[in-house]
C-alpha cells in the first residue's frame, strides 16, 4: 500500500470518536422562538432591516451585509419579529439577534426553489454566480465563517490554480460532514463545479481523511461524471483541516507566513459550503439552515441534524433524547476547537458544526505542573513554533519578542495543550498573547 | 451562573504526564538494573537502593521543609535521577559516600535552580562528577564483574575497566594490539553483553539499547541524541583509527566500553537540559561527541562522556536560542 498524503511538520492524534457516523441526517422539528444573531459571519456583523412586530417569510432577506467582509443574513423561519436585542452567543458575550415568534406553517419568500429536483446544468455566469452567492449569505461552514463572495474575488495579479473542498473533518466527534459527503454527494459536486467556473479554475481535491471510506468511495464513483474533481484521501492527523495544513497535505505547498492560500494558488472552501453553494446559486435558496452533529460519550441518541440557524442548543439535546446527567461541559464544535457555551438558549448559528456533551469527568483540565522541557509541544506544533517559549513571552508580556517568535501564526489548533505532559494552559496565553500582539500590529498602521 | 464548565479550547488531553514520562523511563532502565544485578549480585541491589531512597528523601526535606512547598516526590523524577546516578558509580562504593552524592545530586544539581524542569545540568551527572572529583580512588576501583551463576572469583577483587586500561597502556608506550592482547582486558563479546569492569549502567550495550528503543518508541526521548553522539564518536574515532592503528584503537571499542552509551542513551537525553528542537538536538549531541572522544584520547581522563554532556548542557540555552524549529511557511515555494 502506498502511504497516504498527509502535512508533513507536527500534528497529533486525538481519539476520534466518530460515534455518530451512521445517522442519517434527520430533519429538526421548529423551535417555538427563534434567535439569529447578527453577527454570524468573520467580519463586519449584519445591519437589520426588520424591526419589532414585522412578518418575515422563510428565506427573506432580514439583515444587509455592512462593510466589505460581510454577509447578508435570511429568516430562517417564517413568523413574527419579537424584538431586536441582545442575545447570548457561543463565546459567552451579549451581542444583538432578531429574535422571530416562529410560526407553524411556513412561508417560503418567493423564487426559492425547495424541492428536491436536483439541477446539473449551470447557466449563472462568473460574476452572477458571485452576485448569487453574496446575495444569499453564504458563509465558510467550516468554522471560520469567512464570506465565501470575499474568498471567491482574487485579487488583481493572483491566479487561482486548485480548488481544494475540505472533507477532512480532523476535529474528532463530529460528522456533520462526512454525513453531507454521503447524503448530498452530487449537490456537492455541482456545488465544487459551480466554485470552479467562479475561480476559473480547472481542478478541484477534495481532501477527506481516511477515517472516512465510505464518503471517499462514494464521492469517487460520483466524481466520475464530474470532471477536473478528484477524490484524495489522507491520513488521519489533526489538525489537517487546517487551511495551511490541508494545502500542504494535498498538493504540497506552503503558503509564506501571514499570506493567504491565493498565495500559492489555492482556494480551500469546505464541503457544506460546497453544498451550500449549490443551493443558493441553483435553487436560490439562502443559508438559513446546515447539518449540525450532537454527540459525546454520554448522549443517548448521537445524531446529525438538518438545523435552521436561530434553533436554540436546547432543541438539539433534546431531539438527542435529552441532557444525561453527568454533563459537565457542552461545547458548541469539536473538542479541539470548540468553544464551551453557557447556556442551552445559545443558538445554532452558520459556523454551529457540532455540539459535544462532554461528562463531568471528562470536563476539566489536569492540574498544570512545571513545564519539564520535554519539547512535546513544539514537535506537535503544526505550524514549527515553540508554543512552551511564547506562552511564557505572553505570561511576562514580552510582545515584541513574541512577535518575532512568530506568534500570529499560531493557528489555535490545540495540538500543543493536548499534547503538554504537564497539563499546561499553553494556548490560553497563545490566545492571550495573539490578541496583545495583534493589538500592537494594528496600532502601529 | 452557569452549572457548565466553561475553559477554553481543547476540551480534551492526550493523557500524557510527567509522571508516565518518568515511570516509562524506569521501565527502560529495567533490562540494565537486571544485567548489574546479574553481574554484580547483591552490591548493586545496594547501591540502586541507596541512591534511590536518598534521593526521594533529600527530595522531600528540601521541598517540605527548606521550600515548605508541595512535595512532589511521587512524580518520578527523583527515582530517575536515584537510578541514573547508582548507574554511575561502581556497585562496591561505600554507603556514605553514595549519600552525599545524592544530596548533591538532588541539592545542588536539582533543587537550588528550582527543582524539576529548571536544572540546566544533568542532575545525577553533577552528583557524578562531584564525587568523582571528590573521591577519585573509590570512585575509579571498580569490582571485576561476577555474574551470580558463575564460580570461582571472591567479591574482593577489583580492576580496571577496559577504558583505564586503554589509557594506561598507551601512557605507558604500548601499542593498541598489545593493549587488546592484555588477559585483564575483556573480549570482544564481553564488552558488548557487559561482562566487565565498570559502573552498574556502563555494563551491557543491549541492556542500554532495548530501553533506549523502548523510550523511542514510547517517544519519552528522541532518537537524533542518542544516534547523533554515537555517530560522532564512531566517525572521529574512525578517522584516527584509520590514520594510525598502533595508537588509536577502533572505534566500536568506544562505542561499547565506559558509559558512552548510558551517557547517550539515558544522561544526554534528559528532556529538562537538552535542546528543545530537533536541529539544535544535532549540534548537542555532536558537541557531546567530540568532547567525550578528545577527553578520552587526549585528556587526563579515561572517560569523558560525563564532562562532555555537562559542557554542552551548558551550551543548551544558546543553542535554543539560535537554532529553531523550521517555520510553516517561512521557505520559498518551488512552482
Known amino acids: ?445 | 451562573m452557569s452549572q457548565f464548565t466553561i475553559s477554553g479550547s481543547p476540551h480534551v488531553h492526550g493523557e500524557e504526564s510527567v509522571k508516565k514520562i518518568m515511570y516509562t523511563v524506569v521501565l527502560a532502565l529495567v533490562p540494565a538494573i537486571l544485567v548489574s544485578t546479574y553481574f554484580f549480585g547483591l552490591d548493586a541491589v545496594r547501591v540502586l537502593l541507596i541512591a534511590v531512597i536518598s534521593c526521594l528523601f533529600f527530595e522531600w526535606v528540601i521541598q517540605k521543609y527548606l521550600i515548605k512547598g508541595p512535595v512532589t516526590i511521587t512524580d518520578g523524577s527523583a527515582v530517575v535521577a536515584g537510578l541514573l546516578l547508582a548507574f554511575n558509580v561502581p556497585a562496591n562504593l561505600p554507603w556514605w559516600i553514595l549519600v552525599i552524592g545524592a544530596l548533591v545530586t538532588i541539592g545542588i544539581g536539582k533543587m537550588s535552580f528550582g527543582g524539576l524542569g529548571k536544572n540546566p545540568f544533568n542532575p545525577a551527572l553533577v552528583g557524578r562528577v562531584f564525587m568523582l572529583i571528590s573521591f577519585p580512588v573509590q570512585m575509579t576501583s571498580w569490582p571485576v564483574a561476577k555474574p551470580i551463576f558463575a564460580e570461582g572469583l571472591t567479591d574482593a577483587i577489583t580492576g580496571p575497566t577496559a577504558l583505564g586500561l586503554l589509557k594506561e597502556g598507551l601512557d605507558a608506550g604500548k601499542t593498541v594490539d598489545q593493549i587488546l592482547a592484555d588477559p585483564s582486558m575483556p573480549a570482544y563479546l564481553d564488552r558488548l553483553t557487559g561482562n566487565m569492569s565498570g559502573s552498574l549502567g556502563e555494563m551491557s550495550a543491549i541492556a542500554l539499547i532495548i530501553g533506549g528503543l523502548f523510550m523511542i518508541w514510547r517517544k519519552v526521548i528522541d532518537w537524533q541524541v542518542p544516534v547523533s553522539i554515537i555517530l560522532t564518536v564512531f566517525v572521529f574515532a574512525g578517522i584516527f583509527h584509520l590514520i594510525d592503528p598502533t595508537f588509536y584503537i577502533d572505534p566500536t571499542f568506544h562505542l561499547f566500553t565506559g558509559g558512552l552509551m548510558l551517557g547517550a542513551i539515558y544522561m544526554a537525553t534528559d528532556m529538562v537540559s537538552s535542546p528543545m528542537n530537533i536541529s539544535g538536538k544535532w549540534i548537542y549531541g555532536i558537541g557531546i561527541g567530540l568532547i567525550t572522544i578528545i577527553i578520552r584520547m587526549w585528556g587526563a581522563y579515561p572517560e569523558g562522556i560525563s564532562f562532555a554532556i555537562l559542557i554542552m548542557n551548558a551550551f543548551v540555552p544558546l543553542i535554543n536560542n539560535s537554532f529553531k524549529p523550521k517555520r510553516f511557511g517561512l521557505v520559498a515555494n518551488k512552482k
Open chain 1, 1 to 445: 500500500m502506498i502511504a497516504l498524503k498527509t502535512f508533513k511538520k507536527g500534528g497529533v492524534h486525538p481519539e476520534e470518536n466518530k460515534i455518530s457516523a451512521h445517522a442519517p441526517i434527520q430533519k429538526l422539528p421548529f423551535p417555538k422562538q427563534a434567535i439569529v444573531p447578527l453577527g454570524q459571519n468573520l467580519g463586519a456583523p449584519s445591519k437589520p432591516l426588520v424591526k419589532r412586530g414585522d412578518e418575515v417569510n422563510t428565506g427573506q432577506l432580514i439583515a444587509k451585509a455592512e462593510g466589505f467582509i460581510a454577509a447578508n443574513l435570511h429568516s430562517p423561519f417564517t413568523g413574527k419579529v419579537l424584538k431586536v436585542d441582545d442575545a447570548i452567543d457561543s463565546s459567552g458575550y451579549r451581542r444583538p439577534a432578531i429574535f422571530i415568534e416562529v410560526q407553524e406553517e411556513e412561508k417560503w419568500e418567493e423564487g426559492i426553489d425547495t424541492s428536491e429536483a436536483i439541477i446539473r446544468e449551470i447557466k449563472a455566469d462568473k460574476q452572477a454566480i458571485i452576485d448569487q452567492i453574496k446575495q444569499c449569505g453564504i458563509v465558510g461552514l467550516g468554522g471560520a465563517t469567512f464570506p465565501t463572495h470575499v474568498k471567491l474575488m482574487i485579487p488583481d495579479g493572483k491566479k487561482a490554480e486548485y480548488l481544494i473542498i475540505n472533507g477532512v473533518e480532523c476535529e474528532p466527534y463530529l460528522t456533520s460532514d462526512h454525513r453531507l459527503m454521503l447524503e448530498k454527494g452530487e449537490e456537492m459536486l455541482i456545488g465544487i463545479k459551480i466554485l470552479m467556473k467562479a475561480l476559473e479554475v480547472e481542478k478541484a481535491i477534495v481532501g477527506i481523511e481516511n477515517n472516512k471510506p465510505d464518503a471517499i468511495n462514494h464521492l469517487s464513483e460520483l466524481a466520475k461524471q464530474y470532471a477536473g474533481i478528484s477524490i484524495q484521501p489522507l491520513k488521519v492527523k489533526y489538525p489537517q483541516g487546517g487551511e495551511k495544513q490541508l494545502i500542504k497535505a494535498t498538493v504540497n505547498r506552503e503558503v509564506p507566513s501571514g499570506k493567504l492560500p491565493i498565495e500559492v494558488g489555492c482556494i480551500v472552501s469546505n464541503v457544506g459550503t460546497a453544498v451550500a453553494v449549490y443551493e443558493a446559486v441553483q435553487k436560490n435558496k439562502p443559508l438559513i439552515e446546515r447539518v449540525v452533529t450532537v454527540t459525546g460519550k454520554a448522549v443517548k441518541k448521537p445524531s446529525n441534524f438538518m438545523v435552521r440557524v436561530g434553533t436554540p442548543v436546547q432543541m438539539l439535546i433534546e431531539a438527542a433524547e435529552g441532557l444525561p446527567d453527568n454533563t459537565g461541559k457542552i461545547i458548541n464544535g469539536g473538542p479541539m476547537m470548540g468553544k464551551a457555551i453557557t447556556s442551552l438558549e445559545v443558538p445554532i448559528v452558520k459556523g454551529s458544526s457540532g455540539i459535544l456533551l462532554m461528562k463531568n469527568e471528562e470536563s476539566r483540565r489536569g492540574i498544570p505542573q512545571t513545564c519539564i522541557r520535554c519539547s512535546k509541544c513544539t514537535i506537535a506544533c503544526p505550524m514549527g513554533l515553540e508554543p512552551f517559549l511564547l506562552a511564557k513571552m505572553a505570561k511576562l508580556s514580552l510582545y515584541e519578542r513574541a512577535e518575532t517568535e512568530k506568534i500570529m501564526d499560531c493557528i489555535e489548533c490545540g495540538s500543543c495543550q493536548f499534547t503538554c505532559p504537564s497539563n499546561l494552559p499553553l494556548l490560553d496565553y497563545l490566545r492571550l498573547g495573539k490578541n496583545k500582539v495583534g493589538q500592537i500590529i494594528r496600532s502601529r498602521k
